[in-house]
């Protein structure tokens, strides 16, 4: 079992950066594939990005390609999402997942098993 918490969602103006992190418990962090979705008001949860386990394989969303970066420190149980260049369409509550390492991130981009509570993010344009 692990939990997952986010932190550094905020309200920034469009253009700008924000760091998202999530910090997780537990003893087998290293051993997850974690990933970040999000949900805007009105529109169904969609995957954003994902790294394996060892942080080895990413995966993004063809949106957020160029723009985000997602990484791991394995060493403090904390996955990161670097966010650039940001849009009112990047307006959503971005939640924090994980799920065993598999093929593609094909398990965590379907079925995450672990979900953080989210975390507001909010793009003026």
């Known amino acids: 079992q692990v939990q997952l918490v986010e932190s550094g969602g905020g309200l920034v103006q469009a253009g700008g950066s924000l760091r998202l992190s999530c910090a997780a418990s537990g003893r087998t962090f290293s051993r997850y594939a974690m990933g970040w979705f999000r949900q805007a008001p009105g529109k169904e949860r969609e995957f954003v990005a994902g790294v394996s386990s060892s942080g080895a394989y990413i995966y993004y969303e063809d949106s957020v390609k160029g723009r985000f970066t997602i990484s791991r420190d394995n060493a403090k149980n904390t996955v990161y999402l670097q966010m650039n260049s940001l849009k009112p369409e990047d307006t959503a509550v971005y939640y924090c997942?994980?799920?065993?390492?598999?093929?593609?991130?094909?398990?965590?981009?379907?079925?995450?098993?672990?979900w953080g509570q989210g975390t507001q993010v909010t793009v003026s344009s």
């Open positions: 997942a994980a799920d065993a390492d598999s093929f593609g991130l094909r398990g965590l981009r379907a079925s995450a098993r672990h």
